[in-house]
């Protein structure tokens, strides 16, 4: 009988960095499987293998058929797992934190549950986004009202330096096809986006659904996130798929912005800004890479877990 099933779980010092890993891979009407520690493509052409420890986020087009050990490696090793619909328009999500400790997800929810704190975290967003603009004092109205003249400049700059001819933003969610091909990579390109940003957010451990922008959402930090590289990876990508002629967008814009993730080190400027934002250094997980688990007392002191204190008095 197999052991597969019975390899005992990797500790986070064991698995790639989320920022050294692969941003996403794109599958699409194959058969994935396992062998050993990697995955398996299996189509038309033949078989391919995938280290599955070096794999952000992996994508799975229409026509895919995932087993279920395949997906057992997958979220041993925290890829994040993506059903994402024709030219990438659905997105569904799921994955495993590569830490298994919860101080960023803590430091998230003490920012995020502060009224004041929760509008400091969405201004630094916005300065992170727009470095040459000032948000100190503004109102949630006055940021959105800034982010839409900066995505209007956005969309102008990169029409003129490409030759692509724009007149507006449009998303057509029943109908892809019906936009023309810059939105049409946009709109690919903001699903990847939102791929890889739920793989880092998910690898960090942290809540996808506390956003300090978007809220109301199962992931609005993710979406909060992807927003960070909108103007400067995922819509110039687009463009530039545009530029190349109105078939096949999609599949080229894919390609176009995992070639400038790749190039830039986007996973680990990823991973620096949410850690930036939500003021977090990690040094306890530095300091002691060993899992840790604590029980917290009446007076906001963290015990040792794993003992018990009926007879001990607890401060």
């Not at 499987?33 to 299996?42: K, W």
């Not at 019906?178 to 939105?183: F, L, Q, S, V, W």
Request: hydrophobic share 35%.
């Amino acid at each position: 009988m197999s052991s597969i099933s019975r390899r005992g779980t990797s500790s986070p010092r064991e698995l790639a960095r989320v920022g050294d890993r692969l941003s996403f891979v794109y599958l699409e009407r194959c058969t994935v499987h396992r062998d050993d520690n990697a995955i398996t493509a299996t189509d038309a052409d033949g078989v391919t293998h995938i280290p599955s420890a070096t794999i952000g986020t992996l994508l799975l087009g229409p026509g895919t058929r995932v087993t279920h050990q395949a997906m057992s490696v997958l979220g041993e090793c925290g890829a994040s797992v993506s059903w994402v619909g024709e030219h990438g328009v659905r997105f569904y999500a799921g994955g495993r934190a590569l830490t298994r400790s919860s101080g960023l997800v803590e430091a998230q929810a003490a920012a995020w549950a502060n009224r004041r704190t929760r509008l400091d975290v969405a201004r630094a967003m916005y300065r992170l986004r727009f470095p040459n603009e000032d948000p100190a004092g503004r109102t949630r109205q006055e940021l959105l009202s800034m982010e839409g003249r900066r995505l209007k400049e956005c969309y102008r700059r990169e029409s003129a330096r490409t030759g692509v001819p724009w007149r507006r933003r449009e998303y057509h969610r029943d109908d892809f096809s019906a936009a023309d091909a810059p939105n049409q990579g946009i709109t690919a390109a903001a699903q990847c986006m939102y791929g890889i940003a739920h793989a880092v957010v998910s690898a960090l451990g942290c809540s996808p659904g506390l956003g300090f922008v978007h809220s109301g959402h199962e992931r609005s930090f993710v979406l909060d996130v992807a927003d960070f590289y909108k103007t400067d990876v995922a819509i110039p990508a687009a463009f530039d798929a545009a530029a190349e002629g109105e078939l096949d967008v999609a599949s080229r814009t894919r390609r176009a912005l995992r070639d400038r993730i790749n190039e830039t080190g986007l996973l680990d400027r990823c991973v620096r800004d949410i850690k930036y934002l939500l003021s977090y250094d990690g040094s306890r997980e530095t300091s002691n890479p060993q899992d840790r688990v604590t029980l917290q007392s009446d007076g906001d002191r963290h015990i040792e877990a794993g003992r018990n204190y009926g007879d001990e008095p607890i401060w």
